[in-house]
């Protein structure tokens, strides 16, 4: 297992603020590194790396930094500038043949300073719902495309369907597993390069139980007990943190020792209290999916889901399972985690307790739905990426301005970061 010293560099920032999680958190060693791809397996496997790219959609024609580039806050918010690009070389996906690659987003995204905790249940309707701390986008466990009852099948846009009906939406896990990269990202159309489970390369560079084999360039989790409670690997919009799969087995005691956080989701299929698809078809939302929407569970015809069946399994939707705390089971007894796939604890970076999320493995180290978070916030999610910062702000992070590279070397380029921008500037 990798341990890793994270160096973050402050710049003018009050003494009052060095135990902030929210500005100190963030994964800064290797902002300064240019982002790297690999675009088939034969460059992986001969650790080809490229610093520039283009598919005819996707065009990096520049080299462009590492995730994380400045840092600055006010009283109420923390504004985290980023590129949006791995740090570890991203890819390959699919061998080459997947659409889309990474290009640099240069957002600034805004996180509330003081989270607090909705009062009134409200559907939020999901997608990007946070930021990991090496500044790439985190999104939720849907892929964007659900059943069209209409037309017998998923969404299929070269079909005709668009998105489907939003009534059974597929995990994106399940759905688009095999587009993710060794690190367990991809890419939108759009080049936003992004989680829906577990940052597994993330967690290998804080040093979160994970191993990394150079051999195969692949992760897996480290064999034997973890010794130290998950790090922080993310910040939900709310402003709440997201942790690695560890935490204390009492949630106010620090000293009970550690254990992999059970989620509180289980499959459809007649366990653990529990309906079962199989028997009973896609004909009802589980309690959870009822409840955050405020609509009946028991779905009107033209609302069904497909029969279970080899090419619709019990877990190609989210809507296929069901909330353990519905079922008769008890939270902190049989399961860790509530239906936003958090819970209020105390951690290392708030030894006096703090709501908390944590991405979830089973027993085999795979991702376990729902992954980073439910499909509804803890918090009011206020937080959102901003198109510029027009209140007065302390500088908590600055990468290095601007740093040579040469692709050829006839034609070396300086590139600089535009921090009002947030982008680059190549001369």
Partial sequence: MKTVFIAVQFLAMATSVFAEPQ??????????????IYRTEKEKVSGQAATSWSNGRNTQSQPAYCGVQKIVSSSNWVYVFSTGLGSQIMG?????????LPTDQHFIFAIPRHPTVQTSRGFNRLFEIGMFVD?????????????????????NPRAGIGQGDHV????????????????????????????????????YELGDHVDFDPSTKTYRESFGAPTMHSPILGWMQDGYPVYGPYGYSNPTNSASGLRRMVSGFVLRKGENGADNLVQFGRRTWPAWAARETQTPAKLDANEFGPNVSEQFPVGHYIE??????????????????????????????????????????????????????????HGNPIGRLVTGIHEPVTTNFLAHAQSVVSTQKANPKTLTWNAGAGGYDAK
């Avoid at 500005?23 to 790297?36: R, V």
């Avoid at 390959?92 to 889309?100: K, V």
């Avoid at 944590?358 to 978070?373: C, E, L, R």
Wanted: hydrophobic share 35%.
């Fill in 168 to 203: 059974w939406n597929r995990d994106a896990l399940v759905n688009e597993g095999k587009t993710f990269d060794a690190a367990l990202a991809h890419q939108q159309n759009q080049g936003t390069y992004h989680y829906h489970v577990e940052p597994i390369a993330l967690r």
């Fill in 135 to 155: 500044g790439v986008r985190m999104f939720d466990a849907c892929d964007a495309f659900s059943y069209s009852n209409q037309n017998g099948q998923d969404a």
């Fill in 92 to 100: 390959p996906w699919l061998n080459g043949r997947f659409p889309n």
């Fill in 320 to 377: 296929d399972y069901a909330y353990l705390g519905d079922c008769g089971k008890i939270l902190g007894k049989d399961f860790d985690l509530d239906e936003f796939n958090g819970r209020w604890c105390v951690t290392p970076e708030f030894p006096q307790g703090t709501y908390a999320y944590f991405t979830t493995i089973d027993a085999h180290s795979k991702p376990v739905y729902p992954y980073n978070m439910g499909r509804r916030y």
């Fill in 23 to 36: 500005i100190t958190s963030w994964f800064t060693l290797d902002s300064e590194k240019f982002a790297q």
